[in-house]
């Protein structure tokens, strides 16, 4: 259904079961929970889906380690089932990830920890060897049944540091366990609305729009793209809009009867690095460590790059939020401090990015010790208007519970039940995924006419949905692009199909281009080219989208148009990628 059909489906009924505010993972998560019971759903997105804090995660997935020593061990217990689930689930964009903590002390932070467990101290500490120990029990115990990954291991200073000689030399131990880590975040939310989506034309979605208030139980639906407001009359809203709950509050309560605030996020900020070097030292590993503040920072291989990251730190506006110069200094002081011997220049940081964390409200002036649990609370309408059930808290890794969890409130609250488990349910890329990969590629490559190895990057990069992209490719002639992993027919598929209306839905989140450093100017202008031929859109209005696009990356990402030109030459190594490139 492409976004005229979903106005025009609008237009002619508007009324909805639910209208779910926020196109974020949570956001998605509920909407497709809602679809596939059935349920008369809208999901409204003021923005480009995942474009907030769900495009800023550590791409980490993750029971939460560290939540342990703050008592949250049922949050980590339902992580640690969701991270498993997503590995079965998404094993596409979703792979085990070894993660090793350097120890510079045996029994540092162990009586801290105790305190601050029982919550008589908001202070960071440094964990020494035998804290760290115990907390990594307790992982493997809650894992036992499962058992998808290794137990931890522990290593001597003499084994660790022969292993990655590059690493602090002040270290006593290491310890390794395994996590997982998520390559595109954003597409898994794409393949979220698409799951939704194929429930039929009871679930529409549209990015780019806003509701307001219009009455008292009626609702103004804003097109940002063409303009035109819509009446819609919902029986129950979702607000999963995370770090911008309260101002959504605002705008649909009348201000006599505005909730209290419900929402203190804190902003986290992560560096991408090109470094060989560093990639190297690394060995494939996460190197989860402290920072000489006590507070958590990580560090792993990405995409061929390395992220790094990251801060915690009270924001007042979640969507001004971006990395400033201070948190820049802070990560690379942290990065020195394990890895001493490591410069980074500056023209090696092709990419920052931040965003905000939906914690709930705290006064707590220690923000690693606001709870990363997550939760429901439903306030009524007001004068006949619709109840709203706010989502509060969460993390990226729970997003299939907590969207389960609000789901069932709003079935309960609309007299349904549920017909339909997603606890096992994959999809997009993850659907049908093949034992044997190499097989798989060979067929897509010989029932399309597609390379061998373009059918392989097409697989690294949608899992079994390739299939579709390369059917679509192979209708037409295609044509070159100046980044050799991606041409124009496939670019022409992510914005037919995937609701992109800014440049920046494109090379920020359908793809990995700039997060990953290999855009360059000519291929900005490639595919700019490509989306005003789909939109039709006159010169004036092409040269405006460029602008808006440089200018963002500009602002929240530190890539001026300069240092994209700069990439431009020479184009075969700094404008190309691997078949492994997202």
């Known amino acids: ?102 120890i510079f002390d045996v029994f540092s932070g162990l009586a801290n920890g105790i305190v601050r467990f029982l919550g008589l101290t908001r202070r960071p500490s440094r964990r020494g060897a035998v804290a760290i120990k115990a907390g990594l029990s307790i992982y493997d115990l809650l894992t036992r049944k499962r058992a998808l990954m290794p137990r931890h291991q522990f290593r001597g200073r003499k084994t660790t540091l022969s292993k990655w000689p590059a690493l602090n030399p002040a270290i006593r131990s290491s310890a390794t366990y395994y996590d997982a880590w998520v390559s595109h975040p954003e597409r898994i939310g794409i393949e979220l609305l698409h799951d939704g989506l194929s ?17 008292a139980a009626a609702f103004l639906l804003q097109d940002c793209i063409s303009g035109e407001a819509l009446p819609i009359q919902p029986r129950l809203i979702i607000n999963a809009t995370g770090g911008w709950i309260d101002i959504a509050n605002d705008s649909l309560f009348p201000e006599r009867v505005r909730p209290e605030p419900l929402m203190g996020g804190t902003k986290g900020s992560h560096l991408i690095i090109d470094n060989a070097d560093l990639h190297t030292m690394l060995d494939g590993h996460m190197i989860y460590y402290e920072n000489e503040d006590g507070r958590i920072c990580i560090l792993f291989p990405y995409l061929g790059k390395v992220l790094v990251g990251s801060t915690d730190l009270r924001v007042d506006d979640p969507g001004m939020v ?51 649990d997550h939760f429901c609370t439903v306030l009524e309408g007001e004068s006949g208007g619709p109840p709203v059930l706010c989502m509060i808290g969460g993390k990226w890794t729970t997003f299939r519970s907590f969207g389960a969890l609000a789901a069932d409130m709003a079935l309960e609250r609309l007299g349904r039940s549920r017909r339909l488990d997603t606890a ?53 002639a295609d044509q070159a692009l100046p980044h050799a992993g991606y041409s124009a027919r496939e670019l022409a598929h992510l914005i037919r199909f995937e609701a992109i209306e800014h440049l920046d839905d494109l090379l920020l989140r359908r793809t990995t281009l700039a997060l990953s450093g290999e855009l360059c100017l000519a291929m900005t202008d490639a595919a700019l080219d490509i989306l005003a031929a789909e939109k039709d859109w006159p010169a004036h209005r092409k040269a405006e989208e460029r602008v808006r696009f440089l200018t963002l990356l500009d602002d929240r990402h530190g890539v001026a148009e300069a240092t994209l030109s700069s990439r431009n030459q020479p184009r075969s190594e700094l404008c190309e990628t691997t078949a492994k490139s997202g």
């Not at 049922?74 to 089932?81: A, D, G, M, T």
């Not at 410069?343 to 709870?371: H, K, M, N």
């Open 1 to 102: 259904m492409n976004r005229e059909e979903t106005l025009d489906g609008l237009r002619q009924s508007p009324k909805v079961d639910v209208c779910v505010l926020g196109g974020g993972i949570n956001g998605l998560s509920v909407f497709r929970e809602l679809a596939l019971q059935g349920v008369n759903v809208l999901l409204v997105e003021k923005s480009d889906y995942c474009s907030g804090a769900s495009a800023a995660l550590s791409r980490m997935v993750h029971g939460g380690l560290r939540y342990l020593e703050n008592g949250e061990f049922s949050l980590v217990r339902e992580s640690l089932i969701e991270r498993d689930r997503l590995l079965r689930n998404a094993p596409h964009y979703v792979a085990p990830l070894p993660t090793t903590v350097p």
């Open 199 to 215: 429930a039929g034309s009871s679930a529409k979605a549209l990015n780019y729009a806003t509701i307001e208030r219009a009455g």
């Open 322 to 372: 971006r990395c400033e110069p201070d948190e820049r200094e802070y990560i690379l002081q942290s990065l020195a401090f394990v890895f001493p011997r490591v410069q980074i220049r500056p023209e090696e940081i092709v990419f920052q990015f931040a965003g905000v964390r939906p914690l709930p409200a705290s006064d707590d002036s220690f923000t690693g010790r606001i709870p990363r």
């Open 424 to 476: 096992e349910r994959s999809f997009g890329g993850g659907r049908d995924f093949p034992e044997d990969k190499a097989l798989w590629v060979r067929e897509l490559s010989e029932a399309t006419g597609i390379p061998a190895d373009r059918a392989a990057t097409l697989f690294a990069r949608y899992g079994t949905d390739a299939q579709d992209v390369a059917r679509f490719i192979a209708m037409e």
